[in-house]
């Protein structure tokens, strides 16, 4: 990360790299979501500074025939004296985009092509100690539930910045009164592999093995809306956005 680009805000943060970055969204873009299923997590780049943190990562698809390809794009950074008063992400998955802000309190407004669609509210504990839960929910409310935080260490260093062996978000979703649990795991970092060693290293360069779990797999068999399945794939990405894959030790 650039000099200039540690003190940008969130929106203003989020639109450099997404430029940094735009001459991968081919490998994607004209990808439906309808047509994206399997979703696994790729490599990211995480930051942070005592008045912010910052994440990048990539998204792949595992299709049917067990092929690996870029699916997608996520950014996200929040800054403020008191823990982070301003947060800003961006989803990009296949042609869709898909984004998030709060500029104050702690509910922060998700957007589908400039249409709110939906909410996350943080909690006190959630918001100022990363610990806990968060809510969430839809426009009209059919679909809701709470994603807890994994746990941590109080003495580590941001608690999600070191590196994790068991960073597992959970929650649970309630769709129409029908309830359905959730677990995701971040996969460590044996689980990416460099295709071409020699080019130079970009958060596309390292793909994920065939045997990730994918983020997805409870959740597209519930027959939701395009809409709410990305709200719910941004909550995913976002709630474990700072996590890092935990890095195998000999």
């Known amino acids: 990360m650039s000099l200039e680009q540690f003190f940008l805000p969130p929106r203003e943060w989020c639109e450099s790299k997404l430029n940094e970055n735009r001459r991968c969204f081919h490998l994607f873009s004209r990808k439906t979501v309808e047509s994206i299923n399997k979703i696994v997590f790729g490599r990211c780049y995480h930051g942070h500074s005592p008045g912010g943190r910052s994440c990048e990562r990539t998204l792949w698809n595992i299709d049917s025939a067990g092929n690996v390809s870029p699916a997608g794009y996520m950014c996200f950074r929040c800054s403020g004296f008191l823990k982070h008063d301003k947060e800003y992400g961006v989803l990009l998955l296949g042609n869709q985009r898909l984004e998030a802000e709060r500029t104050s309190g702690n509910i922060v407004h998700i957007k589908l092509n400039d249409q709110e669609i939906g909410c996350f509210e943080w909690t006190f504990w959630s918001r100022f100690f990363y610990k806990g839960s968060g809510r969430f929910y839809n426009n009209d409310h059919s679909v809701s539930g709470k994603i807890h935080l994994p746990a941590f260490f109080v003495a580590s260093n941001f608690h999600a910045l070191g590196g994790m062996s068991d960073n597992t978000l959970w929650g649970n979703v309630t ?32 793909v994920p093995k065939k045997t990730v779990e994918p983020i997805d797999d409870k959740i597209t068999r519930l027959n939701l809306t395009e809409k709410d399945r990305l709200l719910l794939l941004y909550l995913f990405c976002r709630s474990i956005a700072f996590y890092q894959y935990s890095i195998n030790k000999a």
Do not use: M
């Open 175 to 206: 769709i129409n009164k029908s309830r359905c649990q959730f677990q995701i795991h971040q996969a460590d970092s044996n689980y990416y592999h460099k295709e071409t060693p020699f080019e130079q290293d970009t958060l596309f360069s390292f």
